[in-house]
Nanobody, 117 residues
Framework: QVQLVESGGGLVQPGRSLRLSCAASGRIFSLNTMGWYRQAPGKERELVADVTSGGIKTYADSVKGRFTISRDNAKNTVYLQMNSLKPEDTAVYYC???????????WGQGTQVTVSS
């Protein structure tokens, strides 16, 4: 099992930036995908962005051009740089780790991001 520890959420004004971090530990296979999902009140959890161990990145259309995902393989850490934040980005953000093949999912505890003036 992989353990995930998230940090970096908070309250921010529209147009500002935040960076989320998620550190993974445990038995980690070389083939994996690290990413971020979010869930707003009354909505389903949705993919924000993810990045494979090979460096392939996927973004939700709603965040393209504003969010950037990156990873530090030496630290088993994934980052989500969120720029030009909008009120509709308000949600609980969850770190996700897909380990090996077939992938085994692990989830972080979630971190609240609130975008409000």
């Amino acid at each position: 099992q992989v353990q995930l520890v998230e940090s970096g959420g908070g309250l921010v004004q529209p147009g500002r930036s935040l960076r989320l971090s998620c550190a993974a530990s445990g038995r980690i296979f070389s083939l994996n995908t690290m990413g971020w999902y979010r869930q707003a009140p009354g909505k389903e959890r949705e993919l924000v962005a993810d990045v494979t161990s090979g460096g392939i990145k996927t973004y939700a259309d709603s965040v393209k051009g504003r969010f950037t995902i990156s990873r530090d393989n030496a630290k088993n850490t994934v980052y989500l740089q969120m720029n030009s934040l909008k009120p509709e980005d308000t949600a609980v953000y969850y770190c996700n780790f897909k380990n090996g093949w077939p992938p085994v999912n692990s989830w972080g505890q979630g971190t609240q991001v609130t975008v409000s003036s």
